[in-house]
């Protein structure tokens, strides 16, 4: 029997199955493709279809190979030399060299290339597949790696709710540390992180292994680390040295990430969430009972007991206060906080000098920035990619003189004061919005000319019921003369009576005459 002829066989056993559960034995469409293990669409379609428009579907699909038969020995040349080449780039490839080639799908070449793959012993070679070797163990204290995970649980009401992990491990002993949030970290989430896994660890390992991730790095150039500037000073602050893995090289730091795959697969499946605390409670239980006190597959040690001995090996940890975690983001002197990427404006006066620091955090898409002390600063919404600005009008405006204040400020300049208010009032019912600049525009006109010309565009403008402060620096500008400090200058002479006669004698001159003649007599 040809493998064409096994197929169609096969085939019609399918066919005959089906409608046999169907239409004797009632079986529902799902339950039929859950017992067969086919997909529900395809017990639908062999349900619709009766025995002579099968033979005809049947007879369609042993004759598919058939049009890409003529080329079989083009694509077993090119296995023969180029035996890693995908399907993919075979099926360009038939294009290429075959203008007449037909319109196939790109399932059908790789079928097509998978069975001459089989017939002729040519199986997909991996190029420069990555080799590995055993590694000696690391010593005691010395290394740890820290990696974050992500998973959804499910809530009681049956909704489902992400949560967010950040685990380090010991590289002697495999002794695991795991902590969880409810939102993405940030630099000082992780800053955080890590000081409960020192004190779970009772000590600080000398160096710690990192993926490149924007929560420690800013940027990265050839082995040149820039690190952000939360994480930066608590490097300093710890006697750890980080060292970060080339870009998507996972498999350079194996130890953390089965760590993430067993907390996903071990403690995290299946599990429901009713709230942060208790997660964090049972997770503690799990490191106690599981993580860290079953044999490790590797080490066929208990991490708990090889941690008993390494944790002396361990660099000593001292507790630091919580507001020395809490550092903050440094303010630009514009007024302006760089996160994430982006630049958000803050309220004008925020910029205090070098040491100006804030707090910031994610909710739901809005970025809520405060002070060190937890006072509201601004709100923005947190825009899609890098390199956006996000500013707030109202932030670039000084606010430190209320609206009344401005007013009463511009009304005792006026002679007649009841006309400058009923100004005022009108200018705020018309310009709600811009109140501010328009007070900000007659100060400076009240400021440049003088009062007797600014009485006079006050009342043009009453008149003429012009309610705008540009219609009143218009017709100042038109008519009045910039205000001038008229008082002369007294200039002072230096010196006294006899220095002055000796600064009004001038000295005798010579003609150019003597000089030409001097040079004839030489």
């Not at 075979?90 to 799908?105: G, N, Q």
Request: net charge neutral; proline share 4%.
């Amino acid at each position: 029997m040809t493998e064409k002829e096994y197929k169609s066989l096969n085939r019609y056993i399918m066919y005959d199955t089906i409608h046999r559960l169907r239409h004797e034995e009632h079986q529902s469409i799902q339950w039929i493709a859950d017992y067969l293990g086919i997909n529900f669409r395809t017990v639908k379609k062999y349900l619709e279809m009766d025995i002579k428009e099968f033979e005809s579907y049947s007879n369609s699909l042993n004759e598919r190979d058939c049009i890409l038969e003529p080329y079989r020995s083009f694509i077993v040349e090119r296995l023969g030399q180029f035996q890693d080449t995908p399907a993919a780039q075979m099926h360009d490839w038939l294009k290429e060299y075959h203008p007449s080639f037909p319109r196939v799908t790109p399932k059908t070449v790789y079928n097509f290339v998978m069975k001459i793959r089989q017939e002729h012993n040519l199986p997909k070679l991996k190029v420069n597949e990555r080799e590995y070797g055993s590694l000696p163990e690391t010593p005691p204290g010395k290394y740890a790696q820290v990696d974050f995970g992500e998973y959804k649980l499910r809530k009681g009401d049956g909704s489902r709710v992400k949560i967010y992990f950040f685990a380090m491990v010991l590289g002697y002993s495999r002794y695991k540390f795991i902590c969880f949030q409810d939102k993405p970290f940030t630099s000082e989430n992780a800053v955080y992180a890590h000081e409960l896994a020192f004190r779970f660890f009772h000590g600080i390992p000398r160096f710690i292994i990192y993926d490149q991730d924007s929560v420690f790095l800013y940027d990265e150039n050839i082995g040149d680390y820039i690190m952000t500037e939360v994480f930066n000073s608590y490097v300093k602050s710890r006697p750890f040295k980080p060292v970060f893995c080339r870009k998507a090289d996972p498999e350079s730091k194996g130890k953390i990430e089965n760590v993430i795959k067993y907390v996903k697969q071990n403690f995290l499946l299946n599990r429901s969430y009713s709230n942060l605390d208790n997660l964090s409670k049972e997770a503690e239980y799990w490191l106690t009972r599981t993580g860290n006190a079953m044999v490790h597959n590797t080490t066929c040690k208990v991490p708990q007991q090889v941690w008993s001995s390494e944790c002396k090996d361990l660099q000593p940890y001292i507790p630091v206060t919580s507001s020395a975690l809490e550092s903050g983001h440094k303010v630009q002197n514009t007024n302006s906080l760089r996160y994430k990427g982006n630049t958000y404006s803050l309220p004008s006066g925020t910029y205090r000098g070098e040491e100006t620091r804030v707090l910031v955090d994610e909710e739901n898409g809005t970025l809520v920035i405060k002070t060190m002390d937890g006072e509201l600063l601004a709100k923005h919404l947190i825009p899609a990619g890098r390199g956006e600005k996000v500013i707030n009008n109202n932030h670039q405006r000084d606010k430190s003189t209320s609206i009344q204040n401005l007013c009463d400020k511009v009304k005792v300049q006026f002679s007649d004061q009841s006309g400058a208010e009923i100004f005022l009032s009108k200018i705020k019912e018309r310009y709600p919005r811009y109140i501010r600049d328009q007070i900000t525009v007659m100060l400076n006109c009240l400021a440049k000319y003088a009062p007797e010309d600014t009485d006079k565009a006050l009342d043009t403008c009453l008149e003429k019921a012009l309610y705008s402060a540009n219609d009143f620096k218009s017709i100042l500008s038109s008519s009045a003369v910039i205000r001038e400090n008229n008082n002369e200058m007294e200039i002072k002479s230096l010196g006294t009576p006899e220095t002055q006669l000796m600064v009004n004698i001038r000295p005798n001159k010579s003609t150019i005459d003597v000089y030409q003649n001097l040079f004839k007599s030489n």
